[in-house]
């Protein structure tokens, strides 16, 4: 079943989640926050010792601590979001992100295993596919999300690239298995 695919140029959307950069900009977020609400106390207490903040102070401080902050976290998140995709085009696993686009090809690297991260919404563990191209860097696809799993299409997709490579046996079975419980 492997290699069927190789005499056309087969485009493969790959839906995975970008929650952790997301989570990642949420932290971010925290940091930026707090250090905003110290540095508003520090100026109204400066502000205080007699000389007094006008309104128009006020106002720029919210400006500047309270909303500037969260607009460039929305801004940068919905950067993150609208540019990440992952799509199977032949042979080749591309990943496109806000800066760069990955092209490995997927019956040529050598380094494909499983890992699974903890979910923190259950004591359930996701999958994790890690694809390493030495040249390249790692490509991290979550077989999970919150809004539920790869579909059993695109996890069989994956597994007959892979397999084209005559080796990753151990993790094409397990995807294979994967996608065969979710079809069923």
Request: no cysteine; net charge negative.
């Given at each position: 079943m492997g290699a069927h695919y190789s005499a056309c140029v087969e485009r493969v959307e790959i839906d995975v989640p970008v929650a952790a950069g997301v989570r990642a900009g949420c932290g971010c977020l925290a940091v930026v926050v707090v250090f905003s609400a110290c540095v508003a106390v520090v100026t109204v207490l400066a502000g205080s010792s007699g000389q007094g903040i006008t309104a128009g102070e006020i106002v720029a401080m919210i400006a500047l601590f309270g909303v500037l902050p969260v607009a460039i976290t929305a801004g940068l998140w919905a950067l993150v979001v609208k540019r990440t995709r992952t799509w199977l085009e032949g042979s080749y696993l591309v990943r496109r992100a806000t800066l760069r686009t990955t092209r490995i090809e997927l019956p040529?690297?050598?380094?494909?295993?499983?890992?699974?991260?903890?979910?923190v919404?259950?004591?359930?563990r996701i999958p994790i596919l890690v694809i390493k191209d030495a040249a390249k860097g790692p490509i991290r696809l979550p077989l999970r999300s919150k809004s539920g799993w790869l579909p059993p299409g695109?996890?069989?997709?994956l597994a007959d690239r892979i397999q084209a490579g005559g080796r990753h046996d151990e993790v094409v079975t397990k995807i294979r298995h994967l996608a065969d419980t979710l079809d069923s």
């Open positions: 040529a690297v050598e380094n494909v295993y499983l890992e699974t991260l903890p979910d919404r259950s004591d359930e695109q996890l069989h997709a």
